[in-house]
């Protein structure tokens, strides 16, 4: 059974940093490109990052967080992280981890597996 679980979210203040890391359990983890997508209040989920099946695999990023966050894995402990630094108002929004194993594509229709998610709230 897939489960992958959230953890690292909370109140930050804008400047800060936040490590967003992500428990994969009941899969070949490293067959799988793993992403980050995050929906705000009113808005649709929306792309953030994706990591290709290597653990320092290809990464690819949105624009709006381009240069200030970094995803990272580490296949041996079957985890997903993101790094997210110098964050703004803007970043509020749940944060969920997806699997994916197909191609290396960013769209949310192509990951088959997502955790719950975890809730990330920058202050001003």
């Known amino acids: 059974q897939v489960q992958l679980v959230e953890s690292g979210g909370g109140l930050a203040q804008a400047g800060s940093s936040l490590r967003l890391s992500c428990a994969a359990s009941?899969?070949?983890?490293?067959?799988?490109?793993m992403g980050w997508f995050r929906q705000a209040p009113g808005k649709e989920r929306e792309f953030v990052a994706v990591i290709n099946r290597g653990s320092d695999g290809p990464t690819s990023y949105a624009d709006s967080v381009k240069d200030r966050f970094a995803i990272s894995r580490d296949n041996a402990k079957n985890a997903l992280y993101l790094q997210m630094n110098s964050l703004k108002p803007e970043d509020t929004a749940v944060y969920y981890c997806?699997?994916?194993?197909?191609?290396?594509?960013?769209?949310?229709?192509?990951?088959?597996?997502w955790g719950q998610g975890t809730q990330v709230t920058v202050s001003s």
């Open positions: 997806a699997a994916n194993s197909g191609l290396y594509r960013t769209p949310s229709k192509y990951y088959n597996y």
């Open positions: 009941g899969l070949t983890f490293s067959n799988y490109i």
